[in-house]
């Protein structure tokens, strides 16, 4: 079965350094998501992105991230200068289409997650 | 903005015995999409179920299947013959239904143990 894949597993890195963390959607979906979750917290939405660019993007989001479609296969997200509080899980979702009413096809599809730890 | 409550942050069941995990949300729209997502100690979201708002019946799988109350806006996971493997951390979320590449909204999250 399709899954959604994401390197690397865990990334360890010094306050200030920038980090990408990648993802490879399942191959036919179109609509892609970042989220993050701090240790004993909620999962919570970063960005959405469809067709190059970025459909809605949450307050996390500011100007220190950045996400990137590459080529055909991955979708990055960049921190640009990390800090402590960016220490976190962050999961890439993927899902075949947007919202559809009595259709499953917009289900996300969650990959492993990146542990991000910054020191 | 939507909201997403629950109120149990831990749970714990006897194997094979049969638990109900909380979620209550707020919203003003009425089309929208209710889910758990299920989270074990690898730290993977795994999608146990989804509901429909629109949908009067309540959405099943195997042994999950959830209680949907549209007017009191709850919708709960009941587990049926626990197993070991179920132990996990559950998270209920709502999606919109509007167009558009719309994030989940997730609560905080209920931590189920099972006890052999």
Redesign the interface.
């Known amino acids: 079965e399709p899954e959604v894949t994401q390197t690397p597993s865990h990334q360890v890195t010094q306050m200030g350094q920038e980090v990408i963390l990648r993802c490879v959607p399942i191959s036919n979906h179109l609509?892609f998501?970042w989220?993050r979750?701090i240790l004993g917290?909620?999962?919570?939405?970063l960005v959405?992105?469809?067709n190059n660019e970025i459909?809605?993007k949450?307050e996390i989001f500011d100007d220190q991230f950045s996400v990137e479609r590459p080529d055909g296969s991955n979708f990055t997200l960049k921190i640009r200068s990390t800090k402590l509080e960016d220490s976190a899980?962050y999961?890439c979702?993927s899902s075949p289409t947007?919202?559809v009413?009595?259709s499953?096809t917009?289900?996300?599809?969650?990959?492993?997650?990146t542990?991000l730890t910054v020191l | 903005a939507q909201t997403v409550t629950q109120s149990q942050p831990e749970m714990s069941v006897q194997e094979a015995e049969t638990v109900t995990l909380s979620c209550t949300y707020d919203t003003s729209e009425s089309?929208y999409?209710l889910f758990w997502?299920k989270q074990p100690p690898?730290?993977?979201?795994?999608?146990v179920i989804?509901q429909?708002a629109?949908k009067q019946q309540n959405a099943t799988e195997n042994r999950f299947s959830v209680n949907f109350q549209k007017a009191a806006k709850s919708f709960s996971l009941k587990i049926s013959d626990s197993q070991l493997g179920d132990a996990a951390m559950y998270?209920c979320?709502y999606?919109?239904?509007?167009?558009?590449?719309?994030?989940?909204?997730?609560?905080?999250?209920t931590r189920l143990s099972v006890i052999a």
């Open positions: 609509y998501y989220y979750q917290q909620k999962v919570e939405f959405s992105f469809y459909s809605e949450s899980m999961f979702a947007e919202p009413l009595a499953s917009d289900t996300q599809y969650f990959g492993p997650g542990r | 089309d999409y997502y690898s730290r993977q979201m795994i999608l989804r429909e629109y998270f979320a999606r919109t239904l509007t167009s558009g590449n719309t994030p989940l909204v997730f609560g905080k999250g």
